[in-house]
């Protein structure tokens, strides 16, 4: 378990990380969302005891890392954003360098460096001098050097920047494979990333926290207030052919439970209501009973979820456009 | 949240898909890679994972071979210098390589057998092998092995005839010449500007700091690492003292106090040029920046002193002559091993080594 205590880090001049509090439980993949600039990879490098924080505590697996920096590292694999490597050295050198330095007995290196190769697809070019590697096979690389020396814990910065859709689905599938016998901090600026790959998230902007849920309840607490569309054919009114049916529809609708606005978006013979709802209950149902009472003849409904994306842009949206 | 493939594929992403893509695509196929390396693989076929350490021959017949080669060499070297106590025997060359290849393979077998040293040893091994596959390294020995061939022969020629036996042109050679130190100064800071600043500029940093490893240890690397160049610079000035014994007459070559005390006063200088390389490539991010302020503060602490002491008072002029290095390496020349010249350079040194570390540290809080 990975726990984060009012964690603060000031830069001179700025409040890179503001006073943030979240646990990484363990065996779950949790995702770090925040637009560029949002403290993510300083939160990262006081987790991975690169930073000191100005204030606040972060304890891996118990040890603080502060305080017991040893203890910290060995349980960590780390995959700083960009993925810096040594361009000199062959894949393999590398890894072993890597597992050295983290203090993997002899007997077991070349077994651990195998198999951190194996599940990272680098196995072919292990001979490969790395300077000389594709984007994509650095990153392989750099997955690799997280996972040897077997740490619990798996802190990967930006996993997936600067690859091509196809590397990105690979290094989505890794992730989740390796999710199930790690416990991994993920951070990410790309929604759709933690959609797919993360069991949980923390939405971070501008050094704060500003949500933090499992994916899906993240998604069931934004959709209270969710938005249903409607296009119905409204029967006309018996007296005059005149008068439209529709604010007469629209005033129904506002005194359903739950209903906050309703804006019409058409009035023609087939009415589209855009109904705008909050509450638990799901409107729907009444919805459909009203129309059934009043005859409507109900050529769609649909509810528009909101995706994380929307959420992401709610939240992280600035009050003032000045902010940066 | 169900894994279909979206549609709202990250935009940055989606466009530049030409190439790139073509690599990992190729390797995810059954197809062996061609790129795989020969020598690496000696049954190919799917690769195995849990049986990987039988896999060794033709790397390890390479590395046997660089550690024979080295081992003889050394042990000619130092045999060279060793030359009037060896017993003068035809046997004593075939005596030396054999040494030599049993040096350098029993290094090899006491290194791989212990973990010896852990951490830093790791950390070592990584800077030798990045100064010993960087081109460099190679100009920088060959440019040095030239300058001293050459500063050697000069000696040689303005020195014949004169008095002085067999050993003084090796007494001229360290530390009697403006180019002793001339390629002292810009050796240090050549060899140890890449340590840190390159680490630092190209982020790896990141990935050493946050390995189990201490500041001081892998500052310690860094010097280690430089000053076993540095020294191997200096070793095929053995072969010198060889040829002067060659051309001796009987009795009558270079001593071996004098050269061991010139080899002693320039590993003692050269650490701590090398801990002053250190530190201030920890102060850079930009290697040329480390390098350009390492040699203004080798030349600084070495030069100034000498041509301070031409103006300065009386009771300064004693003060400075403990601090200059000029004397210092003129009387090891002469085969004098102060004790206090040698505490001199090794708190030098740890000082440098100390604020490099300190400086180390510090960057974290920026």
Redesign the interface.
Request: aromatic share 8%; hydrophobic share 45%; with cysteine.
């Given at each position: 378990m990975i726990e984060v205590r009012n964690l603060v880090k000031e830069f001179p001049g700025r409040r890179a990380v503001d006073d943030i509090s979240f646990t990484v439980r363990k065996g779950e993949i949790l995702g770090f969302l925040g637009p560029n600039g949002a403290g993510k990879t300083t939160t990262m490098?006081i987790l991975?005891?690169?930073?000191?924080a100005t204030g606040g505590q972060v304890t891996v697996g118990g040890h603080d890392v502060f305080d017991e920096?040893?203890e910290t590292?060995?349980r960590?694999g780390?995959m700083?954003e960009?993925v810096?490597?040594?361009?000199?050295?062959r894949v393999?050198?590398y890894l072993e360098?890597?597992a050295?330095?983290?203090?993997v007995?002899?007997s077991r290196r070349?077994?651990q460096?195998?198999?951190a190769m194996?599940m990272c697809?680098v196995?072919?070019?292990?001979?490969?001098v790395i300077g000389t590697l594709?984007?994509?096979?650095r990153q392989r690389v750099g997955q690799a050097?997280a996972l040897v020396g077997q740490p619990e814990y798996l802190v990967l910065d930006e996993p997936?920047v600067?690859?091509?859709?196809?590397?990105?689905?690979?290094v989505r599938s890794l992730v989740r494979e390796l999710g199930r016998d790690h416990t991994i901090l993920l951070s990410t600026h790309?929604l759709?990333?933690v959609?797919?790959t993360c069991s949980r998230v923390i939405i971070i902007d501008n050094g704060k926290i500003v949500a933090q849920d499992t994916?899906?309840a993240l998604r069931a607490a934004q959709q209270a207030s969710t938005e249903v569309v409607v296009h119905a054919r409204l029967p006309m009114p018996d007296g005059g052919a005149s008068t439209s049916p529709v604010p007469a529809a629209r005033e129904a609708l506002m005194g359903l439970p739950g209903v906050l606005a309703v804006t019409v978006e058409d009035d023609a013979a087939v009415a589209k209501l855009r109904i705008k709802a909050g509450g638990k209950d799901d409107v729907r149902e009444g919805i459909f009973r009203l129309a059934v009472a009043k005859g409507w003849v109900l050529l769609e409904m649909r509810r528009e979820a909101l995706?994380l994306?929307d959420i992401f842009v709610k939240l992280t949206e600035s009050p003032e456009p000045g902010e940066a | 949240m169900p894994d279909e493939p979206r549609s709202t594929e990250p935009p940055a992403t989606t466009a530049p898909a030409t190439d790139e893509a073509a690599s990992p695509a190729r390797s995810a196929a059954p197809v062996p890679a061609p790129a795989r390396a020969p020598a690496s693989a000696p049954a190919p076929g799917p690769a195995r994972v849990h049986d990987a350490p039988p896999e060794a021959p033709p790397e390890s017949i390479w590395r046997s071979v660089a550690a024979g080669g080295v081992g003889i060499f050394m042990a000619l070297c130092i045999g060279s210098v060793l030359y009037p106590v060896l017993p003068q025997s035809w046997l004593t060359i075939p005596m030396l390589v054999l040494g030599g290849l049993a040096f350098g393979w029993g290094a090899l077998w006491l290194m791989d057998q212990f973990d010896f040293g852990g951490n830093l040893r790791a950390l070592l091994h990584r800077e030798l092998l990045s100064y010993f596959l960087s081109p460099i390294a190679y100009m920088v020995l060959t440019g040095f092995m030239f300058c001293n061939g050459l500063t050697f022969i000069l000696i040689l020629y303005s020195m014949q005839g004169s008095p002085g036996g067999h050993g003084a042109p090796l007494q001229m050679l360290f530390g009697g010449t403006i180019f002793f130190w001339f390629v002292m100064v810009f050796a240090a800071p050549v060899l140890t500007m890449r340590t840190l600043a390159e680490e630092r500029h190209s982020g790896t940093i990141e990935t050493l700091m946050t390995a189990p490893v201490s500041d001081g240890q892998v500052v310690v690397a860094k010097y280690l690492g430089a000053l076993i160049f540095f020294m191997t610079l200096w070793l095929p000035v053995g072969l010198f003292v060889g040829l002067m014994h060659a051309f001796a007459p009987p009795g009558g070559g270079p001593q071996i106090g004098p050269v061991l005390a010139g080899f002693t006063g320039t590993f003692l200088v050269g650490s701590m040029f090398i801990a002053t390389g250190v530190l201030t490539s920890a102060l850079s991010r930009n290697q040329i920046g480390a390098a350009i302020m390492a040699f203004a503060a080798c030349l600084g602490l070495f030069f100034t002193v000498p041509i301070f002491v031409f103006f300065a008072g009386p009771e300064w002029k004693t003060l400075l002559a403990f601090f200059n290095g000029w004397d210092h390496m003129q009387e090891f020349g002469k085969g004098i091993v102060d004790s206090r010249r040698v505490i001199y350079y090794l708190s030098g040194t740890f000082l440098m080594l100390y604020m490099a570390t300190k400086v180390l540290e510090s960057g974290k809080w920026r």
């Amino acid at each position: 378990m990975i726990e984060v205590r009012n964690l603060v880090k000031e830069f001179p001049g700025r409040r890179a990380v503001d006073d943030i509090s979240f646990t990484v439980r363990k065996g779950e993949i949790l995702g770090f969302l925040g637009p560029n600039g949002a403290g993510k990879t300083t939160t990262m490098r006081i987790l991975t005891g690169f930073m000191p924080a100005t204030g606040g505590q972060v304890t891996v697996g118990g040890h603080d890392v502060f305080d017991e920096p040893d203890e910290t590292r060995r349980r960590l694999g780390y995959m700083p954003e960009n993925v810096p490597l040594y361009p000199e050295m062959r894949v393999d050198e590398y890894l072993e360098f890597r597992a050295r330095l983290r203090k993997v007995p002899a007997s077991r290196r070349q077994a651990q460096i195998g198999r951190a190769m194996e599940m990272c697809r680098v196995t072919d070019r292990r001979r490969q001098v790395i300077g000389t590697l594709s984007k994509g096979y650095r990153q392989r690389v750099g997955q690799a050097d997280a996972l040897v020396g077997q740490p619990e814990y798996l802190v990967l910065d930006e996993p997936t920047v600067g690859l091509d859709p196809k590397q990105i689905r690979e290094v989505r599938s890794l992730v989740r494979e390796l999710g199930r016998d790690h416990t991994i901090l993920l951070s990410t600026h790309i929604l759709p990333e933690v959609e797919m790959t993360c069991s949980r998230v923390i939405i971070i902007d501008n050094g704060k926290i500003v949500a933090q849920d499992t994916t899906e309840a993240l998604r069931a607490a934004q959709q209270a207030s969710t938005e249903v569309v409607v296009h119905a054919r409204l029967p006309m009114p018996d007296g005059g052919a005149s008068t439209s049916p529709v604010p007469a529809a629209r005033e129904a609708l506002m005194g359903l439970p739950g209903v906050l606005a309703v804006t019409v978006e058409d009035d023609a013979a087939v009415a589209k209501l855009r109904i705008k709802a909050g509450g638990k209950d799901d409107v729907r149902e009444g919805i459909f009973r009203l129309a059934v009472a009043k005859g409507w003849v109900l050529l769609e409904m649909r509810r528009e979820a909101l995706s994380l994306e929307d959420i992401f842009v709610k939240l992280t949206e600035s009050p003032e456009p000045g902010e940066a | 949240m169900p894994d279909e493939p979206r549609s709202t594929e990250p935009p940055a992403t989606t466009a530049p898909a030409t190439d790139e893509a073509a690599s990992p695509a190729r390797s995810a196929a059954p197809v062996p890679a061609p790129a795989r390396a020969p020598a690496s693989a000696p049954a190919p076929g799917p690769a195995r994972v849990h049986d990987a350490p039988p896999e060794a021959p033709p790397e390890s017949i390479w590395r046997s071979v660089a550690a024979g080669g080295v081992g003889i060499f050394m042990a000619l070297c130092i045999g060279s210098v060793l030359y009037p106590v060896l017993p003068q025997s035809w046997l004593t060359i075939p005596m030396l390589v054999l040494g030599g290849l049993a040096f350098g393979w029993g290094a090899l077998w006491l290194m791989d057998q212990f973990d010896f040293g852990g951490n830093l040893r790791a950390l070592l091994h990584r800077e030798l092998l990045s100064y010993f596959l960087s081109p460099i390294a190679y100009m920088v020995l060959t440019g040095f092995m030239f300058c001293n061939g050459l500063t050697f022969i000069l000696i040689l020629y303005s020195m014949q005839g004169s008095p002085g036996g067999h050993g003084a042109p090796l007494q001229m050679l360290f530390g009697g010449t403006i180019f002793f130190w001339f390629v002292m100064v810009f050796a240090a800071p050549v060899l140890t500007m890449r340590t840190l600043a390159e680490e630092r500029h190209s982020g790896t940093i990141e990935t050493l700091m946050t390995a189990p490893v201490s500041d001081g240890q892998v500052v310690v690397a860094k010097y280690l690492g430089a000053l076993i160049f540095f020294m191997t610079l200096w070793l095929p000035v053995g072969l010198f003292v060889g040829l002067m014994h060659a051309f001796a007459p009987p009795g009558g070559g270079p001593q071996i106090g004098p050269v061991l005390a010139g080899f002693t006063g320039t590993f003692l200088v050269g650490s701590m040029f090398i801990a002053t390389g250190v530190l201030t490539s920890a102060l850079s991010r930009n290697q040329i920046g480390a390098a350009i302020m390492a040699f203004a503060a080798c030349l600084g602490l070495f030069f100034t002193v000498p041509i301070f002491v031409f103006f300065a008072g009386p009771e300064w002029k004693t003060l400075l002559a403990f601090f200059n290095g000029w004397d210092h390496m003129q009387e090891f020349g002469k085969g004098i091993v102060d004790s206090r010249r040698v505490i001199y350079y090794l708190s030098g040194t740890f000082l440098m080594l100390y604020m490099a570390t300190k400086v180390l540290e510090s960057g974290k809080w920026r």
